[in-house]
Nanobody, 123 residues
Framework: QVQLVESGGGLVQAGDSLRLSCTVS????????MGWFRQAPGREREFVAA????????NYVDSVKGRFTISRDSATNTVYLQMNSLKTEDTGIYYC????????????????WGQGTQVTVSS
């Protein structure tokens, strides 16, 4: 059974930075693409970033390109999301995911999902 535990969220001001972490445990494929999603209040969960198992190729939603960086540590099965120049529209609950699949021009995951970590950006 795969379990995901996210951490690193918090309340920050616009322009600040945060680094999210997600530790994955349980049975996971070593070829699994990992990533981050977020859900803002009143909105559906949306894709944010994905990374290949090798860590060599990354995908981002347009709204975070140039500000967010996804990385992973295969030795510890941990994925990170470095978020710089945060904006109020980045507010939401951030979830990590495994086994991402292409979905149109984006990516999706069937889960499982962790509890998420809250990111709140004030103006």
């Amino acid at each position: 059974q795969v379990q995901l535990v996210e951490s690193g969220g918090g309340l920050v001001q616009a322009g600040d930075s945060l680094r999210l972490s997600c530790t994955v445990s349980g049975r996971t494929s070593t070829s699994s693409r990992m990533g981050w999603f977020r859900q803002a209040p009143g909105r559906e969960r949306e894709f944010v970033a994905a990374i290949r198992p090798s860590g060599g190729f990354r995908n981002y939603v347009d709204s975070v390109k140039g500000r967010f960086t996804i990385s992973r540590d295969s030795a510890t099965n941990t994925v990170y999301l470095q978020m710089n120049s945060l904006k109020t529209e980045d507010t939401g609950i951030y979830y990590c995911a495994v086994d991402l699949k292409p979905s149109g021009s984006s990516w999706s995951s069937a889960g499982p999902w962790g509890q998420g970590t809250q990111v709140t950006v004030s103006s």
